[in-house]
């Protein structure tokens, strides 16, 4: 048996066993409000397991949802619902209850940076940090894997982080030097200098 297979066998042993109803309930739901679960049965911790793996094969997945609770809720939800409910529904509902913030973030971030460094001149590191973060957030209050959704957070984060800011010097710049050629005085301030950028120190 893998290690993680082991160690996911562990943690179920243990919120299993009546000595940690506190822990049980955590996974269980609300305290005194659902019926004792049945034990799970060898082919259904067979089947969490299998899905806690193909999970963690899967980069795109690892990086939505946090796997070993995949696995976990997986299993929950099957002792719940039993034998008779299709996998595919299960799996869904257990991604909707782990997704994996910290990684997201970490993702939303890289892509950020690896788009913005040669774009963004002054703040693409305050932004993308900012835009990692929003995003990340947005995904843990909605797990989906919908594209409309996962766009709309996308713009969302950009706008919250306010992604015209790191124009405005440009913008400054550009009416600046605008101002300067309606007053008729730019040739003589900056003789030589058509068609070549303008940059303020």
Request: net charge neutral; proline share 2%.
């Amino acid at each position: 048996m893998k290690i993680s297979a082991l160690v996911f066998f562990i943690i179920l042993s243990i919120i299993s066993s009546s000595g940690f109803a506190e822990t049980a309930n955590f996974f269980k739901g609300q305290v005194g409000q659902q019926k004792p679960l049945p034990d799970f049965t060898d082919q259904q911790l067979e089947e969490a397991l299998r899905i806690s793996d193909d999970c963690k094969a899967d980069t795109i997945m690892s990086t939505r949802y946090e796997c070993d609770c995949v696995g976990m809720t997986y299993l929950e939800l099957r002792r719940k619902r039993g034998d008779n409910a299709q996998s595919y529904w299960l799996r869904e509902d257990a991604n909707q209850k782990c997704p994996n913030r910290i990684a997201m973030a970490g993702k939303m971030y890289t892509d950020c940076k690896q788009k913005s460094v040669t774009t963004r001149v002054e703040d693409y590191e305050e932004f993308c940090t900012c835009y990692g973060t929003k995003f990340a957030n947005y995904f843990g209050k909605n797990p989906t894997s919908n594209l409309n959704v996962f766009e709309g957070n996308m713009i969302r984060s950009m706008v919250e982080c306010n992604v015209n800011s790191v124009n405005q010097r440009s913008q400054e710049r550009e009416m600046f030097v605008d101002r300067l050629k309606e007053r008729g005085i730019y040739d003589k301030l900056f003789p030589g200098a058509d068609g070549v950028e303008f940059k303020a120190q």
